[in-house]
């Protein structure tokens, strides 16, 4: 699995379809840490991957709630 690029969010072109994004990626990164905590088998750079995703959606919200404004 390779790092997410931010070209790839060119689906997502609504403030709604953002927000469940980033509320799944919330959810799979509790998932991990749950994991980690629990000892369990758990691929340490997937949190590293759903930090970054998390951050891109947020910025493309930011900018599009400054496009709507």
Known sequence: ?????YKELNKLTTVVDIDQEIFILQKSLFDL???RSTS??????LFGHAKRRIAQLKFKKSLLLKVQN
């Open 40 to 45: 369990q088998s758990v691929k340490p750079h």
């Open 1 to 5: 699995m390779s790092v997410p690029k």
């Open 33 to 35: 840490r749950l994991k």
